[in-house]
């Protein structure tokens, strides 16, 4: 009877907000668009999360090439899915700011409307009901308040699947790793990255101005929950670490040495945006070492849309993979 109820309030959609995956790299599910009154640019690997609260993206275009003043209040992001060629999300736009690097323009934009579609309206407001409800019994955001504007506009964006990498600091003497996952490509080998202001890490990062990003594969899921309490650590000791370590070519930073993919990023500018310091960075090396599916998250709206294309196979086995990957202690907006 319980499940019956759910299948008709919620559309047998009553999955994790985060749901944890496989991907390939780059992800090749979801295009997104950059719509405008002038033009349409596919920016799919050319933003990111800049902060959480108030809620920011960063949207990196060619030096010269970013919108026109006059068209900044007509922006908006389109989630398309590739196979279906199906619409699934939308994140109308207002300007905030903007960050000038050789090569880019970097601007950044707070969310103005937001229109998700992988659900029907009706199952969509039972769920924003239920996660109502959740949050006024229990806060589990770790101090960053986002309005419901904000919350909605973050379950579009995470229709786009995210890795989750580790991102490592230092030397095997001093140094730290932690997990990230409001990060990304910008273009122009920049590339984006956003952490907590209160967090220790970020101060780290601004200091030390080179990092070293991994990827890993699925199989190391639990691994980032379990690193994720090293956010508020100065450093990480090594010579302890629970999986074998390498260092990257060129900075020499400790990295897994089961990692898919490292970047070398060396940071060019921060900036403070709210509940964040964003840092944007220029890419020196990408090492591609497998090919494997890497560790990564997408909402769980986007998940159910993906099981009911395929006739609902899959959904337990997913949910185990998705619960062995949470073991670790849970950090939502790293």
């Known amino acids: 009877m319980r499940k019956a109820v759910e299948r008709i309030l919620f559309g047998g959609a009553l999955l994790p907000q985060e749901f944890t995956l496989g991907l390939t790299q780059p992800q090749t599910d979801i295009a997104v668009w950059l719509r405008g009154a002038d033009k349409s640019l596919e920016v799919t690997d050319r933003y990111s999360i800049a902060c959480a609260a108030p809620l920011t993206f960063c949207i990196g275009f060619d030096k010269g090439q970013s919108p026109g003043d006059k068209f900044l209040d007509h922006l908006s992001l389109k989630f398309w899915e590739r196979s279906s060629k199906q619409v699934l999300g939308e994140i109308g736009f207002k300007f905030r700011d903007r960050l000038s690097l050789p090569e880019s ?24 009901l239920l996660f109502a409800y959740k949050q006024w019994r229990k806060d589990n955001t770790k101090g960053v308040h986002l309005s419901f504007l904000e919350r909605r506009a973050m379950m579009v964006q995470f229709i786009r699947p995210h890795p989750v990498m580790l991102v490592s600091i230092g030397n095997r003497e001093k140094g730290n790793i932690f997990p990230m996952n409001l990060l990304g490509d910008l273009g122009n080998g920049y590339f984006g990255l956003a952490l907590r202001t209160e967090r220790v890490v970020g101060g780290l990062v601004e200091r030390y101005g080179r990092v070293a990003l991994s990827s890993m594969p699925l199989s190391q899921g639990a691994l980032a929950y379990q690193l994720a309490h090293n956010h508020s650590k100065e450093s990480f000791d090594w010579s302890k670490s629970p999986f074998p370590i390498r260092t990257s070519e060129v900075f020499g930073i400790p990295v897994p040495a089961f990692a898919l993919r490292i970047k070398e990023v060396e940071i060019r500018a921060v900036r403070v945006v709210g509940s964040h310091s964003f840092f944007a960075g220029r890419i020196v090396r990408e090492e591609k070492l497998s090919s494997g599916l890497a560790f990564g998250s997408i909402h769980g709206f986007y ?25 670790g202690r849970y950090h939502p907006l790293y």
């Open 105 to 128: 323009d970097f601007m950044f934009f707070e969310p103005r409307t937001s229109s998700n579609y992988c659900l029907s309206k009706t199952h969509l407001a039972a769920h924003y």
């Open 303 to 327: 998940q159910s849309w993906r099981l009911k294309r395929c006739g609902g196979e899959g959904l337990e086995a997913s949910l185990a993979v998705d619960a062995i990957n949470k073991q």
